[in-house]
């Protein structure tokens, strides 16, 4: 495996597959001299991935002991780092069930990284998305929870009713995002110490001063935007004109210069158009509530509703119907509004956000089935 240091634009080309190289990796400078989050890890761009042409599901070569995996010891905080590993474990792990690949390179240099469950070619495709606001984070450790309890029952050959969890695989592509926001997620948990670039640090400080507040460990906790001070579940084209925000790259509300101006949001609007998704859901913190009505009729407004209703009673969470109350212009309301699929927004736990980890065993019971749910298993 390479040392060289990568330039983000052109391993945004050509990275493919990913592999994490672990300690033994030389890190640049600037990222050595940082306390952790980000001195442990680097990605290459080559693939070792050898049995990825095999078909999944029959066949498919799976590990006799449960993957060993950060997101299975419920961490206090499970980071961008920590995230790399559980993916790339998971496609070495199950190279017949996971592949993974990226989706782009934000600014601070992390991947959106995006793995694909299952079998690619199969008709039928949800999307999960977490982590699109920086302080809701705890939703990139619950979408990789739930990847992990759903690939164990698959190693395991258990089933849920008459439905084998490997037959699902071999007829279900699982779509998963589990951190659209790695930057702003690393923000909340790190504050400027976090962040690789120079430029970064300087333009965060100038954002707060935008903000008219200090550049200090509880202005960034509460960070929801990304690095460039865009809220990305603004950057949706569903009333994106007529929501105002924040008039200037800040913490939260700030919609951006146009629709999909920002990598991130580009890349679930490209990855959405591409795979075509039969449904799709969006992860946030908090309330407790399923978000389900961006003013769709008709068999959309049918089928959204009775998605929502079943992931009503997987969850315990009631159904709000009261979109003109909530900001426009989020993945979920285009996904509805321009591309007809039945799409929810599911807000865990309760407040304050950052949900305190001493909530995530509750969430966790909350949203166990909820893939099996949605796949109406
Ligand atoms: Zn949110």
Redesign the pocket.
């Known amino acids: 495996m390479s040392n060289a240091h990568f330039h983000a634009a052109a391993y945004a080309l050509a990275a493919s597959m990913l592999v994490l190289c672990l300690a033994g990796c030389s890190n640049d400078a600037s990222r050595a001299s940082l306390p952790s989050p980000s001195a442990s890890a680097t990605l290459s761009a080559s693939s070792t991935n050898e049995q990825a042409g095999e078909s999944p599901g029959s066949g498919a070569v799976v590990p006799s002991a449960s993957l060993d995996l950060i997101v299975q010891g419920d961490p206090v905080l499970y980071s961008y780092e920590d995230l790399l590993s559980d993916v790339e474990a998971m496609a070495e792990g199950y190279p017949s069930w996971v592949s993974s690949d990226s989706l782009g390179v934000t600014a601070d240099g992390r991947e959106i990284l995006h793995m694909v469950i299952g079998n690619p070619d199969a008709t039928r495709r949800i999307l999960i998305t977490g982590g699109?606001?920086a302080r809701?984070y705890m939703t990139t450790q619950l979408v990789m929870k739930q990847a992990a309890a759903f690939l164990e029952h698959a190693r395991t050959d258990a089933a849920r009713g008459a439905t084998s969890y490997r037959s699902v695989l071999e007829n279900t592509a699982i779509h998963v995002v589990p951190a659209v926001n790695p930057d702003g997620e690393t923000i909340s948990q790190y504050g400027l110490d976090g962040m690789r670039s120079q430029a970064v640090r300087d333009k965060l400080v100038s954002i707060a001063a935008l903000d008219g507040a200090a550049p200090d460990y509880e202005y960034f906790r509460s960070w929801?935007a990304n690095a460039n001070g865009v809220d990305l579940?603004r950057q949706f084209d569903a009333l994106w004109a007529e929501f105002q925000g924040t008039s200037h790259p800040s913490s939260d509300r700030y919609k951006g210069t146009a629709p999909g101006s920002e990598v991130e949001s580009r890349a679930l609007i490209d990855l959405t158009e591409r795979e075509r998704f039969d449904r799709t859901i969006s992860y946030?913190?908090h309330g407790s509530v399923i978000y389900w009505y961006f003013a769709q009729t008709g068999e959309l407004y049918d089928d959204t509703l009775a998605f929502a209703h079943d992931i009503s009673a997987a969850t315990g969470y009631p159904l709000d119907a009261n979109y003109e109350a909530l900001d426009p212009a989020g993945y979920k309301d285009w996904a509805i509004q321009s591309k007809g699929i039945p799409s929810l927004t599911i807000?865990v736990g309760v407040a304050p956000t950052p949900v305190p980890p001493e909530q995530f065993p509750t969430i966790w019971a909350q949203n166990e089935h909820v893939w099996e749910t949605t796949l109406e298993m």
Do not use: Q
Request: net charge negative; aromatic share 0%; charged share 40%.
């Open positions: 699109i606001h809701e929801k579940n946030h913190t807000e």
